[in-house]
Structure formats: structure tokens, C-alpha cells
């Protein structure tokens, strides 16, 4: 559950070429890796991560084999009627992917999101929740 | 990710611009996508209108209750704190890269802002703060009239 894709950082490239279909192609939106918090505990592993502007409509979480991929679109936002006078964040679309360990419990995932912040939980499957062993004496 | 390692304050430690040094190579590589990243804070964007000004911040998981948003004449300071997450001594920390902590903003504007008719408005983790100039520092249009 730590290690993280190589290729979920790029930016997102638009799939077909412009000669094909009529209109023109609108341009991509910028995509970036929002920034996590991974928390493991005896029976489960929380992930936090930072998705601001997107609610639980625009966010896309799968997990495919073993790679869980969450995906937030971000509509443009901003105040109706001004101009953008000076920009230290651009808005654009989340995109990160995650190893899952084979021992996670994939029925039992959920997720929450609540201003912003994604609460991923991952519960432990029962056979990878550590047990202990009695030591008899003999 | 960033590492951080605590140094005691108080004591030299020749260790300690080493362990800033890497946490500034970490922070720099692990953002290669974000520009224009205000240091060590959160990110603020500044729009403008005939009518005065609108401040926008993403600001996911902010604790409402602690955020305090105050206006003197042309300034406007901006003081919150990110909701944090309590956890059992058990836990363990895989990867922590959310900011979390305080913060503070101090935004200076061309014109008195009118305290008044301001306005906040926070939704899916990102704070609006709604700046209107005071009618008396508003643009005014002279008329020329030929002699």
C-alpha cells in the first residue's frame, strides 16, 4: 500500500489525434498528484488525501489487480465577474495510484469525502491481521 | 517524501542545515507539478473587479470553527488551521505529506476594503473570501470639457 506508480505524475495527453473527428479538441486539463496521508493500523490502513473542489460526484476511485487508482475532476472554479489578478495554484484534475498489498479486504473498502479531503478506509483482510500465538510450556 | 527529522531547538547542531537542506530537496522534488507554490503555506489566488477584489484558497479539510478572517483598512489577514487527524500510538505513519498546522495570510489591497458588505463562503475545500472596495476608493471617471 506505500508504493506509488511511476506513471500517474504526467500530466494527462489527449488520446486522439486532432485530424480525427470533427470539431476541435478542446484542451487538456492539468493534472496533478494530490498529496497523501497513509496510516496503518492493526486492522486497517487510512489514506487521507488532499482533493480540494472535488466532492463525491467528480471522484473516480478503482481498483484494478492490484493497483487502486483515484481520480478527481476539477471543474474550472472561480469568481463569477472577476479577472484573476495574481495565481499561486492552478486548478486542474487529481490523479494518483497506489500497490495494494494482497491483504486488504477489497469488499470492504470505503471512502468518504468531506471538504476536500478523501478518508479512504482499507480494512486488513482476517488472515493478515497478526495473531498471537500462546507459548505452552511443556 | 519529505523526511523530518526534529533537531532541538536552542543547541547548534551542525546537523541542523543538513536536515533542512534535505527536506528542501525533498519538498522540491516531490512537487514537480505544482508552480508558483507560496512557501510553506497554503496557496491563495487573487482576482479582480471594478468593485473591488475576491480572494480564493484551496484549503481541503480546514477547521472552520478555528478560522478567522479580519479586515483593518486595506488589509486583510487570513488565520486558520487544517483539521488534524488523531490516531493511536499504534499507528503507523506510512507517508505524511498533507500540510497541516496553522497558518496565516496578510493580504494588502490597492483600496479600503468595505468590512461590511465582505463575505466568506467555503465549499468542497475551497475558501472564497469576497473583498468589496469602500465606494470612496472605487475608480472614478472625470469628464473633460473642452474650453
Known amino acids: ?138 | 517524501m519529505v523526511c523530518r527529522t526534529s533537531v532541538p531547538a536552542g543547541l547548534w547542531s551542525p546537523f541542523r542545515d543538513l536536515v533542512r537542506l534535505q527536506g528542501d530537496l525533498g519538498r522540491l522534488f516531490s512537487e514537480p507539478l505544482r508552480t508558483q507554490k507560496a512557501p510553506d503555506g497554503p496557496a491563495f489566488n487573487v482576482w479582480k473587479s471594478e468593485n473591488g477584489a475576491c480572494v480564493t484558497a484551496e484549503l481541503p479539510g480546514l477547521d472552520l470553527e478555528k478560522l478567522d478572517i479580519s479586515i483593518v483598512g486595506d488589509t486583510v489577514t487570513i488565520l486558520g488551521q487544517k483539521a488534524v487527524e488523531n490516531y493511536s500510538e499504534e499507528t503507523r505513519v506510512q507517508r505524511r505529506e498533507r500540510a497541516a498546522g496553522h497558518f496565516t495570510r496578510t493580504l494588502k489591497f490597492p483600496f479600503r476594503v468595505d468590512s461590511a458588505r465582505s463575505e466568506a463562503t467555503y465549499n468542497k475545500g475551497l475558501l472564497t473570501v469576497t473583498l468589496p472596495s469602500l465606494e470612496d476608493d472605487k475608480r472614478k471617471q472625470i469628464p473633460v470639457k473642452s474650453a
Not at chain 1, 19 to 38: H, L, M, R, Y
Not at chain 1, 49 to 67: F, R, T, W, Y
Request: with cysteine.
Open chain 1, 1 to 138: 500500500m506505500s508504493q506509488q506508480t511511476a506513471n500517474c505524475c504526467k500530466p494527462r495527453q489527449e488520446a486522439t489525434p486532432a485530424t480525427t473527428n470533427a470539431g476541435e479538441t478542446t484542451p487538456s486539463p492539468k493534472v496533478f498528484v494530490p498529496q497523501v496521508d497513509i496510516l496503518e493500523s492493526e486492522n486497517q490502513i487510512l489514506l487521507l488525501a488532499d482533493l480540494p473542489g472535488v466532492d463525491q460526484e467528480n471522484l473516480d476511485i478503482s481498483l484494478e489487480k492490484n493497483v487502486l487508482t483515484l481520480k478527481g475532476t476539477v471543474k474550472p472554479h472561480g469568481p463569477e465577474g472577476y479577472q484573476l489578478a495574481y495565481a499561486e495554484y492552478e486548478v486542474g484534475n487529481f490523479e494518483r495510484a497506489f500497490t495494494v498489498s494482497n491483504d486488504i479486504d477489497r469488499s470492504g473498502i470505503e471512502a468518504v469525502v468531506k471538504d476536500g479531503v478523501l478518508r479512504l478506509t482499507l480494512p486488513k483482510a482476517k488472515h493478515a491481521v497478526s495473531q498471537k500465538i500462546a507459548v505452552k510450556t511443556a
